[in-house]
């Protein structure tokens, strides 16, 4: 493929999509990164896109947001191990809330596994993931459904969260800053959001590394409500996003770093066993007594076949 033909497929992805990874853009047009890449800074400097943390957006600085059919197919194997990863902080027997998005939804699917649940969402997928599973109670808000995105918005669900408290969220958003913390392009789908943090607590964040350092209009989460983060592994030309993580980390979000190994669908992917990276905490959240909390510890627990065991081994992150 020509040079030309390239950048203006590149183009017309980032039109439609709002942002797009490098390595997604890599995988459609048939190239490596590196020549991705390349391409990507010659359409900045035209002004028809912006760079950012391995990946393109719209210009303009705030992205706006993608409908579920673009999202779907972006970053699907990222955000297959961040699921699978996320899937092992939950235990039998607890209530969580899980928010609306693509990540969530892989995360259901892990979750429709893990007996004596009760799930209480806005998101018609991740109800959806789990209207079979044994032994899970689902618990749906009510509102107004917002077709973009398949999720309940508005008062009625903001209403129906009210006196409600969980152990954990699991959330997700458009971008991700250390500065502002979790948030999302829509006004009607950060209220929501905000009302299912307040449920909960515990916030874990699920996002991929291109939704590090970018910033869009409505906070959802401020840095310090955050509890955990989990990611995947920025491309290592990153700097940009391996310096966001940092930051997260120096406010004292815990940051859990998955494989990107998996396949879209994950159950029947192979998985692939990674070394562990310790970074350390600066000192305790706020209310956190001293030498009580988890260390900060970067991980990729995925490739030991045997859910029980994995789950042995994030309970043990979580205890040092």
């Known amino acids: 493929m020509f040079a030309a033909e390239r950048r203006q497929l590149i183009l017309e992805m980032v039109r439609a999509n709002g942002a797009v990874s490098l390595r997604e853009l890599a995988r459609v047009v048939q190239t490596s990164e590196v020549t991705v890449r390349r391409d990507v800074r010659a359409l900045e400097a035209e002004g028809l896109l912006d760079r950012r943390h391995g990946g393109a957006v719209l210009p303009g600085g705030f992205t706006r947001e993608s409908g579920f059919p673009q999202k779907s197919h972006l970053a699907t194997a990222e955000k297959t191990a961040i699921a699978d990863l996320a899937a092992g902080l939950v235990e039998e027997g607890e209530a969580i809330v ?13 979750l429709a596994r893990i007996p004596g649940l009760t799930v209480v969402t806005n998101s018609l997928l991740v109800a959806q993931a789990l209207a079979h599973a044994n032994r899970v109670e689902v618990v749906m808000t009510g509102g107004t459904l917002r077709g973009s995105n398949y999720a309940l918005v508005g008062s009625g669900a903001e209403q129906s969260l009210q006196g409600l408290r969980v152990s954990r969220a699991f959330l997700s958003g458009s971008g991700l800053t250390a500065e502002r913390g979790l948030s999302t392009s829509n ?112 991980a990729a627990v995925l490739g030991d076949p045997t859910p029980g065991a994995e789950r042995a081994r994030v309970a043990d992150l979580r205890r040092r």
């Open 98 to 110: 899980v928010g609306a998005g693509t990540t969530t939804q892989e995360l259901a699917r892990r």
């Open 187 to 298: 006004m009607l789908s950060a209220s929501v959001d905000r009302a299912l943090v307040q449920a909960a607590a515990e916030v874990v964040v699920l996002a991929d590394h291109t939704k590090l350092g970018t910033d869009t209009m409505f906070q959802t989460v401020p840095t310090d409500v955050i509890t955990r983060l989990v990611t995947d592994e920025p491309p290592a030309h990153d700097d940009r996003a391996g310096a966001e993580l940092q930051a997260l980390a120096d406010q004292g979000v815990q940051i859990a770093v998955a494989g990107a190994s998996g396949a879209p669908g994950g159950d029947q992917a192979p998985a692939r066993r990674q070394e562990r990276r310790d970074m350390p905490l600066p000192g305790p959240r706020r209310g956190q007594v001293p030498g009580a909390g988890p260390t900060l510890r970067t």
